[in-house]
């Protein structure tokens, strides 16, 4: 009957430090764009929202869509929705579902300002929207870091000129959670 019961005590602690249920929590993060700070809110078991700023290279869609990171800089403001689907998996194979670990399925939006940045060679940056629809994965690297990745297929839309392209997109973040 011990056995039994230290048993069900320590698969009860298992069960619940594995934190199934999402996470609010605020970061700092470093991206392929540049660097700005997020703001994880679930909307409910499987469903968060994802809403950040920051600030790194902008959209030159007059040479064809180029990035710019040299010296020309650009304001960032994203808002993206993920659907988790295998937190409870996680759990039963007893990986860490801490800082919202899992895999997801997201919709994100990304509006790009123009150039606020001094440069001597004036490379014009166009206010531009990119829209994309991913897969993608999301893991604690213990502590307070985690590492994000997607792929999947994006819209970008010059807002100027009203003109787009949609091409693969790929993401690749590292994140501090404050809190």
């Known amino acids: ?17 594995q934190q199934e249920e999402l996470q609010n929590q605020f970061k700092l993060e470093y991206n392929l764009l540049g660097v700005g700070a997020s703001y994880e809110l679930p909307i409910s078991e499987n469903w968060l929202l994802d809403v ?6 902008g959209v030159d869609a007059d040479n064809g869509y180029v990035w710019q990171f040299n010296s020309n800089l650009a ?19 007893n990986k860490n579902n801490i800082n919202n670990a899992g895999n997801y399925f997201a919709l994100q939006t990304k509006y790009f300002t123009r150039r606020f940045s001094p440069s001597e060679d004036f490379i014009p940056l166009q206010n531009s929207l990119l829209t994309e629809v991913h897969w993608g994965l999301q893991r604690s690297l213990g502590g307070y870091w985690l590492f994000n990745f997607h792929v999947g297929l994006g819209v970008l839309r010059n807002l100027e000129n009203n003109t787009g392209i949609m091409s693969p997109s790929i993401g690749l973040k590292f ?4 809190f």
Do not use: A, C, P
């Not at 950040?52 to 290279?57: A, I, L, N, Q, S």
């Open 1 to 17: 009957m011990k056995k039994i019961t230290y048993l069900l005590i320590f698969t009860t602690i298992n069960i619940f430090s």
């Open 52 to 57: 950040g700023v920051g600030v790194g290279g």
């Open 75 to 93: 304001f960032y403001f994203k808002g993206e929705m993920k659907y988790y689907y295998n937190r409870e998996k996680r759990v039963k194979k």
């Open 175 to 178: 994140s501090y959670k404050l």
